[in-house]
C-alpha cells in the first residue's frame, strides 16, 4: 500500500556528549519516510528553502522516496538546533528558525491524492484537516502531535482526532492533553476524545498501544551506544506504518508486530547522528534486531 506523509524536512544542528554536527539531515517527514521506505512506497509533501542541499534530495529520491510534494520555496530551510546531556530523553532547544517552514501550506498534487495510509506529523491540526480534505479518504490515518499544538490548537486537534486510526504522542505530551499522570488512563481518556487507538512513546522505556479492543505494552530495544535521539519518535512511526502497508488486513496481531519494528527502526536511528545509520542497513539487520527482540521478550 502507498503512504503519503506530510510533515518537515529540517537542517539541524545537534549537540550531544558523543559529538556536534552542524547543519545535518534533519525534520519528520524525513526520519518518517526513510525509516518506512524499507517497506513499501512513501511519497513525502513538504517544503524546503532556496538552501536546501541538492544531495539530500537526491539522497531520498535514491531511497526510492517520492520527492515530488517537495516544494523549494523562496527563503531558508527550517533550522532547529538543539542539545543533548546524558539524560537523552530530554532535548534542550537552543533555537528554532521556521523560515520557510512558517507559511507551509500544504497542497497535494494530484498524482497523489489517493494514498492507502496518510501519515501526518507533527504540523499544525488545522494544516492536517487541510490535508486530509484534499485526498480520497485513505484505509488508514495516522497522526502525530507535539507540546506546542496541544497547548495552542487543543480544540481544532481534538476535533480532529474523530477522524483518525492511530494517533502516536509521546509521554510528556500524552499527559499533557489528558490531564492524567497515569500514561494507561491517559491513553484511555485519549482515547474517548475520538481516536480509534493511541500509541504512547515513552523512549528508551518502550511503547503503549491502547485501542478499545485492546492494549499492548512493549520495551524499547536495549542498546549500549545512543549517539543522537533526534527523530526517533518519527523513524518509530515510519517503522510502525511502513510495516502495516504491507499488511493484507490491518488487525491487532499487526499492530503489535508493527510497533516492535517500529521500536527496532527507533533502536537504529539513535546510533548515529540525523539519518546516517538508518542508511547503512538493510533488511537482514532488521529481521536480525526482530529474532533478538523476540528472545528477548520471551517468557
Known sequence: MS?????SVALDSIETPFGKKDEILGGSATFFSISASFFGKVNIIATVGEDFPKRY????????IGTNGITIAKGKTFRWEGRY???MNIAHTLATHLNVFQDFAPEIPHALRNPNILFLANIDPDLQESVLKQVKRPKLIACDSMNHWITSKKRSLEKFLHKVDIFLLNDAEARQFSGESNLMKAAKAITSKGPKSVVIKKGEHGVIYYSRRGHFVAPAYPLEYVHDPTG????????????LSRAKKIDDAIIRKSMVYGSIMASFAVED??????LGIKLPDIN??????????RF
Open 273 to 278: 547522528f540525523s539519518v546516517n545509520r538508518l
Open 57 to 64: 534530495l537526491q539522497l531520498l529520491k535514491e531511497r526510492g
Open 85 to 87: 546531556e546524558y539524560d
Open 232 to 243: 526517533a519518535g518519527d523513524t518509530f512511526a515510519g517503522g510502525v506504518i511502513g510495516y
Open 288 to 297: 536480525r534486531r526482530y529474532a533478538d527482540f523476540k528472545k528477548l521478550t
Open 3 to 7: 503512504i503519503l506523509v506530510v510533515g
